[in-house]
């Protein structure tokens, strides 16, 4: 019976150790113009623009890390900025991105306060004696300092939540 199948895990094994890594490196590249480009072919960027390609980093962050995203960094040394705006005496009469209503900014604020309170209920599970008796269940310093953090937050999130709803919610008269 095992000599039937040891010529298909022969080759399962075999055809394993010739299995290369997928890697999908996402690269951001900026052309003459300003415009940002993203590519995860290295060869498609222009040759002059290689140079100042930037990977980005696609790993997620560690429990309890923030995300080290090279999203936002800047794509060249700190110093004066060469895109375009107002020019002296000029205003820019309309945002660069619009403003959230409140009731938008109070349903992103509705997200981030849940999300902190899953954390802290998480953190709070495995320090109960009731739902982790063996104490076998730790929790990291950076994911302690997180909680102390969340827990301080919160209050003042809940208060800024009600001042939006207030504001957001039309009053009616009898």
């Known amino acids: 019976m095992y000599a039937a199948l040891l010529p298909a895990a022969a080759i399962l094994v075999f055809s394993l150790a010739f299995v290369v890594p997928s890697?999908?490196?996402?690269?951001?590249?900026?052309?003459?113009?300003?415009?940002?480009?993203f590519t995860d072919d290295l060869?498609?960027?222009?040759?002059?623009?290689?140079?100042?390609?930037?990977e980005i980093q696609k790993t997620p962050p560690a429990a309890g890390k923030p995300s080290l995203s090279t999203m936002g960094a800047p794509?060249?040394?700190?110093?004066?900025?060469?895109?375009p705006g107002p020019s002296i005496g000029e205003t820019l009469d309309r945002p660069l991105f619009p403003q959230d209503d409140d009731a938008t900014l109070a349903e992103k604020l509705r997200a981030k306060i849940d999300a902190k309170e899953r954390f802290i209920r998480g953190v709070d599970e495995k320090q109960s004696l009731a739902?982790?008796?063996?104490?076998?269940?730790?929790?990291s310093p950076s994911d302690l300092e997180l909680y102390r953090k969340?827990?301080?937050?919160?209050?003042?999130?809940?208060?800024?939540?009600?001042?939006?709803d207030s504001r957001s919610?039309?009053?009616r008269e009898p």
């Open 23 to 37: 890697l999908a490196d996402i690269y951001r590249w900026e052309d003459e113009s300003g415009v940002i480009h």
């Open 43 to 54: 060869s498609t960027i222009p040759a002059k623009f290689r140079g100042k390609a930037r």
């Open 75 to 83: 794509s060249s040394p700190p110093g004066p900025s060469s895109s």
């Open 131 to 139: 739902t982790n008796p063996y104490r076998n269940r730790n929790v």
């Open 150 to 164: 969340y827990k301080e937050e919160l209050p003042a999130d809940r208060e800024r939540l009600k001042g939006l």
């Open 169 to 171: 919610t039309p009053v």
